[in-house]
């Protein structure tokens, strides 16, 4: 098995010298990176290209390259699609509900990761479990239903003030600041309040950064709960009313195209910045699923 | 009682001063037991129970009705079963061909190339999308008609109705845009892990006269034992409860729903019905739940098993 598959190899890497090896292995690897490469471009080419045609263009001929490439498509999606309304409601929810997390969790993780009372352990763990818990869906919705809370901005922003996975990594990082720091504080007359905001909060600026990110990402990109909570369209986020203008618009690729480019341009303009946040939180962020 | 440990040093001077602390925990761990864990411990409740979307509308007990309804009650229940194996077999297919495929990225950019940013970034780049554009992206590029990959398969004389096709050939294409979606993390991990293997236990190999792919078996792939790990769990039990490409890819299609999409469409009036059958939805994600429990402590067995062998 082993040699047959030497020999396999050897068919692409020759097996002469060193280097005419390890070429044609990066010869074979620029291959491979390639095919998979064109999977992931030639869908957001096609993205571009469409959104550049006049829609009758697009439905004589769907896959040609654009004769005289327009924004016009950019302008119909922005007026049809309701876009301002609803990219403020997004942008509405993310910040809101992201801020009251952030600075709720902060006190929830900072007291837990230096355990200053008595049953700390017993709350992390409880964070832990609902890791493995049934989803909450149903239940949620009879609470929120039952509060008076469904179709409203307040029902829609509680659902995402909690994020298990973001209070585990900031209690994580808070483990990493030395106590001491915390006893100097204490003794030259601090008040708790004023140390976590004034000295903690700037310290664990990497780790709130990951889960901000992560969060917020959450929150931009939801669409089931819009979904199953917002029946009013003037809350809709983006996400829900690009399925709606979709599902209107059903053949008007090239206006949809350009609705998925504006949706899609925030995300990768926070991405070029904020990649390596994104990906350390996604990856712990990933045991989620 | 003192609730406060004695490494407390702020606020010496009142004892509600000195609770300080627990007032300002309270926001935080309030809204997590009111929003997520009361409800998830609730959803086995509802379980048990007619509740349906309408509010103040009585919730009755109906004792295991919903769990018979759900798998033995023959024809009615043949859907439910039918979508319960379809859940295994995404999450088969899903997590083997993820995994591979991640590894052998992975593998590839490991190497000193020209481009590996660029080409770690665009693969990446789909996992922080979301369904939505990820769905729409690719009900553009399966067009049946002039799509890109309509073209593609004209090629080599082939034809697909892609999404709009026959349920198996649909729910085929879900697995690929699903996985297109998700391989970046599997990457990711993988290259993290990667980077972490010394370059002298590849020098002491090569010394020896190891082939490369003596190399892979030996130093890499025992090295790599957590990020193996890791991404096997992972790729498990999140293709378990994936479902939601489903819902922008093809909508809710007999024949193609997988449990966690059986879930949202029987609790919400989305199966042409606009009944919401929240109590059968409850138990049909307790049933998804004790799946997902099931597989993953299995799965867990083979990752302690390969950590004694490894590590």
């Known amino acids: 098995m082993t040699q047959k598959l030497n020999s396999l190899i050897g068919i692409f890497t020759g097996g002469d010298s060193a280097s005419a090896r390890s070429r044609r292995l990066k010869a074979l690897s620029y291959l491979v990176l390639g095919i998979i490469a064109v999977f992931y471009l030639w869908p957001l080419f096609m993205l571009i290209t469409t959104s550049l045609k006049p829609l009758t263009e697009y439905l004589k001929d769907p896959a040609g390259l654009p004769t005289a490439p327009s924004l016009a498509n950019f302008a119909e999606a922005w007026e049809l699609a309701n876009f301002p309304q609803y990219l403020f409601n997004s942008a509405f929810y993310t910040a809101t509900a992201t801020a009251i997390f952030i600075v709720s969790s902060l006190f929830v993780a900072f007291p837990i990761a230096r355990d200053y009372f008595k049953g700390s352990n017993i709350i992390l763990t409880l964070y832990v479990i609902a890791l493995f818990l049934p989803p909450a869906l149903i239940p949620q919705f009879q609470l929120i239903l039952n509060l008076g809370l469904y179709n409203t901005r307040i029902g829609y922003i509680l659902l995402f003030l909690i994020n298990p996975i973001g209070m585990i990594i900031m209690v994580n990082y808070i483990k990493s600041i030395p106590r001491e720091l915390d006893e100097a504080a204490a003794v030259d007359g601090a008040g708790y309040l004023r140390y976590v905001l004034t000295i903690i909060f700037p310290l664990i600026r990497p780790a709130v950064a990951t889960v901000t990110v992560l969060h917020a990402i959450g929150i931009w990109n939801e669409v089931i709960l819009p979904t199953i909570y917002l029946t009013n369209a003037d809350l809709y986020p983006i996400t829900r009313g690009m399925i709606v203008f979709q599902g209107v618009y059903g053949n008007n690729w090239p206006a949809i195209a350009a609705a998925v480019l504006m949706l899609m341009l925030p995300i990768l303009v926070l991405f070029m910045f904020l990649q390596r946040y994104i990906i350390s939180g996604l990856t712990a962020g990933a045991v989620k699923g | ?311």
């Open chain 2, 1 to 311: 009682m003192k609730i406060m440990r004695d490494s407390y040093l702020f606020g010496s001077g009142g004892r509600w001063q000195r609770l300080t602390p627990l007032f300002l925990l309270l926001p935080g761990v309030l809204l997590y037991f009111l929003i997520a864990l009361g409800p998830s411990i609730a959803t086995s409740y509802f379980s048990f129970t007619d509740a349906t979307g309408l509010r103040g509308a009585p919730v009755n007990w109906v004792g295991l009705d919903n769990y018979k309804e759900f798998l033995f009650q023959g024809l009615a229940s043949r859907d439910n079963i039918a979508a319960t194996l379809r859940t295994l077999r995404f999450s088969a297919l899903v997590t083997v061909i993820q995994f591979t495929l991640g590894l052998i990225i992975a593998l590839l950019l490991n190497q000193k190339l020209r481009g590996r940013t660029f080409f770690r970034t665009l693969f990446f780049i789909p996992v922080i999308l979301g369904v939505v554009i990820q769905g729409l992206m690719w009900r553009l590029f399966l067009l049946p008609r002039g799509g890109p990959m309509a073209t593609m398969f004209g090629w080599f004389g082939l034809q697909s109705e892609f999404l709009g096709g026959q349920p198996n050939e649909a729910f085929m294409w879900v697995i690929v845009v699903q996985i297109w979606a998700n391989v970046g993390i599997t990457m990711v991990i993988f290259l993290s892990g990667m980077q972490t293997i010394s370059e002298e236990l590849y020098e002491a190999a090569r010394i020896d006269g190891a082939s490369n792919w003596q190399l892979f078996r030996n130093v890499t792939w025992p090295q790599l034992t957590p990020a193996i790990n890791t991404n096997f769990l992972l790729n498990i039990v999140g293709s378990l409860q994936a479902w939601q490409l489903f819902y922008t890819l093809i909508g809710y299609k007999p024949g193609t729903q997988v449990l966690g999409y059986l879930v949202f469409a029987e609790g919400f009036g989305q199966t042409g019905s606009p009944a919401f059958r929240q109590g059968f939805a409850a138990a049909a994600s307790i049933v998804l739940f004790f799946i997902v429990l099931i597989i993953g402590a299995a799965a867990n067995k083979v990752v302690s098993w390969n950590e004694q062998r490894y590590m």
